[in-house]
């Protein structure tokens, strides 16, 4: 916010006119014998409102810089208020002081000696408001944005998986493998056959587990050990495996095709002869599925385009909150694979037949729209009778300021609870949905076209 000081500059001289033209309204009327008096006043109404916009503004810039965690959310607007209500009374005091002493001539003495809290509480109350007001269009905006982002990880979804289809098996693996099977019918039928049988198998798996987000370690282990049957055809002693039989825990799982991914790159980026083995090595450790190999990198190759490794990422990102790790040593290249299981915390707790589908997210979305509505509802219910007290018992005979914030919410929560039950009116539910659909059709068409 005080990166853009000129338009802060706008914001707080417009604020500084309503302001002005409600305390007049309040105060009886625009009366003023001379121009020089009004521009006096509007003068020190915009000062005030300067002053306290600025401070208050730099403050919510202040807490907007620091971390904040999800859960802190209560925590960050409870100081946010209680933060703007002692800004504001400073502020409200230096200012009395420089109109009362500075420009009325009043010693600091009797400045102090008739200073009263009625003198406070049009300025206290017109800013607390805005800051109130301010409070809430920004968490919406916000609440608004997060939504949008989630609307995002479902095309993400979408998109990830049809790179992962288009990239999940080399080209060159397939022009190789039939290179390799072209050899054998000459020289070997037998292991032609088996060839042959081991490359539709590979496919076959591709098939089927391109819809699955996960999928069980051992499943993945089987395919690896069919994969790896087929470069030990091509390269023969010339690469050496060492896999395990199976997971420790049967429950864990692995994206799909992740080994089939990482062995392809140890063989293509790395020497595969007789006189200098391959050595790859798969194993577990502290809860993560390991593929090392031995580095010695080819003296010519291509640069690398990182599709696979990127592609394990992606996956993984859209699935938990657990990373995948790469550790290059100077004899040696690990890749390093989360394996997850239905007791991770960082994953979506989702019932273990339930597909992770935009049904799911959609109905989540939908849940947390009307907590969050009732929250706020139950919180104007219990915020707002109190402010009426406070206003009744302490300073009944002052303007009825409790209709500032009752009115400032109340018209954010008319829009919550809008935006909540109402589907098909304008800005509704259903269309949002059919917004973020249309946008979503016309950059594919894009893409396409």
């Given at each position: ?155 993400g979804t979408a998109s990830a998986k049809f790179d992962a289809l288009k990239n999940q098996l080399d080209p060159h ?115 993560m599925l390991i593929v090392e190999n031995n580095l010695q990198p080819k003296q010519i190759v291509k640069k690398s385009s990182g599709v696979g490794l ?140």
């Open positions: 916010m005080a990166t853009k000081p000129f338009k802060n500059i706008i914001i707080t001289f417009i604020i500084g006119c309503i302001v002005y033209a409600i305390g007049k309204l309040l105060s009886g009327g625009f009366h003023y014998s001379t121009v020089n008096q009004f521009l006096i006043e509007f003068t020190f109404y915009q000062l005030y409102a300067f002053v306290l916009g600025y401070s208050n503004t730099y403050f919510f810039g202040y807490l907007e810089r620091r971390q904040w965690k999800k859960q802190d959310t209560i925590k960050r607007i409870v100081i946010g208020i209680l933060g703007a209500i002692v800004i504001t009374l400073v502020g409200l005091f230096f200012l009395r002081v420089f109109t009362d002493v500075l420009y009325y001539g009043l010693s600091f003495e009797e400045f102090i000696a008739n200073e009263t809290w009625g003198g406070y509480v049009f300025g206290f109350w017109i800013t607390m408001t805005i800051v109130v007001i301010f409070h809430v269009a920004y968490f919406y905006n916000r609440y608004q944005k997060n939504k949008i982002k989630e609307q995002k990880v479902i095309a693996f397939l022009f190789n493998s039939l290179n390799v099977l072209t050899s054998l019918i000459e020289e070997n039928p037998k292991n032609a056959q088996k060839f042959t049988t081991s490359l539709s198998k590979v496919y076959r798996y591709v098939l089927e587990q391109k819809n699955k987000d996960l999928i069980t370690v051992d499943e993945e282990l089987r395919f690896a050990k069919t994969y790896m049957s087929l470069l030990k055809m091509r390269f023969e002693d010339s690469i050496i495996f060492e896999i395990p039989e199976q997971a420790t825990n049967p429950e864990s799982k692995v994206v799909p095709l992740s080994l089939q991914l990482l062995l392809e790159n140890a063989v293509k980026h790395n020497m595969v002869t007789s006189s200098k083995p391959l050595h790859i090595r798969i194993y577990e450790s502290g809860g990127e592609n394990i990422k992606q996956r993984y990102e859209l699935l938990s909150n657990k990373t995948v790790s790469i550790n290059q040593q100077a004899t040696s290249f690990a890749v390093a694979i989360p394996m997850l299981t239905k007791q991770v915390s960082t994953m979506k707790a989702i019932e273990p037949k339930t597909n992770y589908d935009d049904r799911y997210i959609r109905a989540r979305k939908r849940v947390e729209e009307m907590k969050e509505f009732y929250y706020s509802l139950i919180s104007y219910c219990i915020v707002i009778p109190f402010l009426f007290f406070i206003w009744y018992r302490y300073t009944p005979n002052t303007i009825q300021w409790f209709w500032f914030p009752m009115l400032g919410w109340g018209m954010g929560l008319a829009f919550h609870a809008y935006k909540v039950y109402v589907n098909d009116g304008v800005l509704g539910n259903g269309w949002e949905k059919r917004k973020i659909e249309k946008f979503m059709r016309e950059e594919e068409e894009e893409r396409w076209n």
